[in-house]
């Protein structure tokens, strides 16, 4: 055995499992040592610790935690602290009221836009009826209008003034006497008495709060059905008024819509409310820092309108909602997932594209048979010259046929017409060979006919018994001999 033979031996034998398992260790900490898809920590709030909105950030939560965000949920008043600590950088993100104000908030960023919350006004049993009929009944009666720094506190001061019923003052001392209990006090406080004789709550539904007033404490909802134009004084001039007023007071009312709470919503015995109730709401809003990392905010938004939190509540959340002008500006890490989920071929370009191709379409139609009728035009105008020497060839035939019918002419005519046809063959191929005249299928026609007339009228010619000059008997015979060479194609071919 060679050096060489050994040598490979040896290097199958054991230089080669060596080298193969050296690669799938490297392979192994390759795998092992990848970089791991980054995740994120977040300061979240969703407002006070009992509310439903809260029960929803837990929700989200557990969602989030799989697109590697990880949510610390911290409790606020509501909505007003929430949006002020996520513009100091206090937050990261929140879950917070719209509708609220926007000019002194630069930093706030809008994330997502979710699902309508309404406005509940809840009263005690006793005062259903009236309060149904006129907002006035709540003159000189408790009103809880939520704490200090939640929207439903702003949101129900500006709807009790929109409905011409002030605050207890010494202006007003018939107005109402306002609350401001939170909804941990709300809920812990077991005797109906000391509660508050009506109570504002902004909620996704079911409230639990509104569920425990209606249950335990014999509250009913009453009807807010003045939305539209409770929206339509955004319009009147109020607005700007708005802006002196101090900030719990400044409520953007275009953007408080109409909504209904569903009937049998918080009781089914009595049903509370018995009819489906008109009230008004406002959008739930996802906001964050603007300085937030733009991939965190695109898996806040992927959660959002991608898992199952997304069936949270009713109807479910779809990334459509995003359509919609936001109210605070849009974060640009939603500016991204709005970019990555944009076709790349729009509505308006494909309607355009189809409108282009079927206006090319017909042009090209249209097109293809003008050329058509001019490629059949110039045809027709080329095989005209062909046309005209086979009816010329066809004139010496006919000739031919009254000399033979009439015996008048006699050889001498028939000589002419010899020589006339041959001055046509040879012009016709010449005009074919430079391209003037055109018809590969008119040609060998031409030539049949020719060489058929051509025959004929040597036939002819030797059928006369006139006497002829030595040079025409010359002449006849090398025509005779030229027939035999170059005649008929299909005589030659036999």
């Known amino acids: 055995m060679s050096?060489?033979?050994?040598?490979?031996?040896?290097?199958?034998?054991?230089?080669?499992?060596?080298?193969?398992?050296?690669?799938?260790?490297?392979?192994?900490?390759?795998?092992?040592?990848?970089?791991r898809e980054r995740s994120f920590s977040l300061r979240f709030s969703a407002g006070a610790a009992k509310g439903t909105r809260h029960e929803?950030?837990?929700?989200?939560?557990?969602?989030?935690?799989?697109?590697?965000?990880?949510?610390?949920?911290?409790?606020?008043?509501?909505?007003?602290?929430?949006?002020?600590?996520?513009?100091?950088?206090?937050?990261d993100a929140a879950l917070v009221q719209g509708g609220l104000r926007v000019e002194d908030r630069p930093e706030v960023r809008q994330v997502a836009t979710l699902h309508v919350e309404p406005l509940h006004l809840l009263v005690k049993k006793e005062l259903a009826a009236a309060v149904s009929t006129s907002l006035r009944a709540l003159e000189g009666k408790t009103v809880n209008l939520g704490e200090i720094g939640?929207?439903?506190?702003?949101?129900?001061?500006?709807?009790?003034?929109?409905?011409?019923?002030?605050?207890?003052?010494?202006?007003?001392?018939?107005?109402y006497i306002a609350s401001t209990w939170n909804q941990e006090k709300l809920i812990g406080e077991?005797?109906?008495?000391?509660?508050?004789?009506?109570?504002?709550?902004?909620?996704?539904?079911?409230s639990e709060m509104a569920k425990t007033l209606v249950s335990q404490h014999d509250y009913r909802l009453a009807p807010l059905a003045f939305a539209e134009a409770f929206a339509l004084d955004?319009?009147?001039g109020s607005e700007t008024d708005r802006d002196k007023l101090p900030p719990p007071r400044r409520v953007n009312k275009g953007r408080v819509v109409a909504t209904t709470i569903p009937a049998f919503t918080y009781q089914v015995e009595p049903p509370v409310p018995a009819t489906p109730l008109s009230v008004l709401g406002t959008r739930l809003l996802l906001v964050a820092h603007r300085n937030i990392d733009t991939q965190a905010v695109r898996r806040l938004v992927d959660t959002v309108y991608a898992t199952e939190f997304a069936s949270a509540v009713r109807p479910p959340l779809d990334a459509k909602l995003l359509d919609a002008p936001p109210e605070f500006p849009w974060h640009a890490g939603t500016r991204d997932y709005l970019d990555r989920n944009t076709p790349i071929v729009s509505g308006v370009l494909m309607d355009a594209t189809q409108k282009g191709f079927a206006i090319f379409a017909a042009a090209a139609s249209g097109l293809f048979v003008l050329w058509q009728w001019l490629k059949l035009r110039g045809q027709h105008l080329r095989d005209h010259g062909f046309r005209h020497y086979i009816g010329a060839v066809t004139r010496i035939e006919e000739n031919?046929?009254?000399?033979?019918?009439?015996?008048?002419?006699?050889?001498?005519?028939?000589?002419?017409?010899?020589?006339?046809?041959?001055?046509?063959?040879?012009e016709a191929l010449d005009r074919f060979s430079s391209g003037e005249l055109v018809g590969h299928e008119l040609l060998p026609?031409?030539?049949?006919?020719?060489?058929?007339?051509?025959?004929?009228?040597?036939?002819?010619?030797?059928?006369?018994?006139?006497?002829?000059?030595?040079?025409?008997?010359?002449?006849?015979?090398?025509?005779?001999?030229?027939?035999?060479?170059?005649?008929?194609?299909?005589?030659?071919?036999?």
């Open 190 to 206: 077991k005797q109906r008495a000391r509660l508050p004789d009506a109570v504002f709550l902004v909620s996704s539904l079911p």
């Open 3 to 35: 050096t060489r033979r050994r040598f490979l031996r040896a290097f199958w034998l054991w230089a080669a499992p060596f080298v193969g398992l050296l690669a799938l260790v490297a392979a192994f900490y390759v795998y092992w040592r990848a970089p």
């Open 445 to 494: 026609a031409f030539l049949i006919q020719a060489n058929d007339v051509r025959d004929h009228l040597l036939r002819l010619i030797d059928r006369c018994g006139e006497t002829r000059p030595a040079e025409d008997a010359v002449r006849l015979a090398e025509l005779r001999r030229e027939a035999g060479t170059t005649g008929n194609p299909h005589r030659s071919a036999r």
């Open 234 to 236: 955004a319009l009147a």
């Open 400 to 426: 031919a046929a009254c000399i033979e019918r009439d015996q008048m002419g006699g050889v001498q005519h028939l000589l002419e017409l010899r020589d006339e046809l041959g001055r046509l063959k040879t």
């Open 150 to 175: 939640s929207g439903t506190h702003s949101l129900s001061i500006d709807v009790l003034e929109f409905a011409g019923v002030p605050a207890q003052s010494a202006n007003h001392p018939a107005g």
């Open 56 to 91: 929803l950030a837990q929700i989200l939560r557990r969602h989030a935690s799989d697109h590697g965000l990880r949510l610390h949920i911290e409790a606020t008043p509501g909505s007003e602290a929430a949006l002020d600590a996520v513009n100091s950088g206090a937050l």
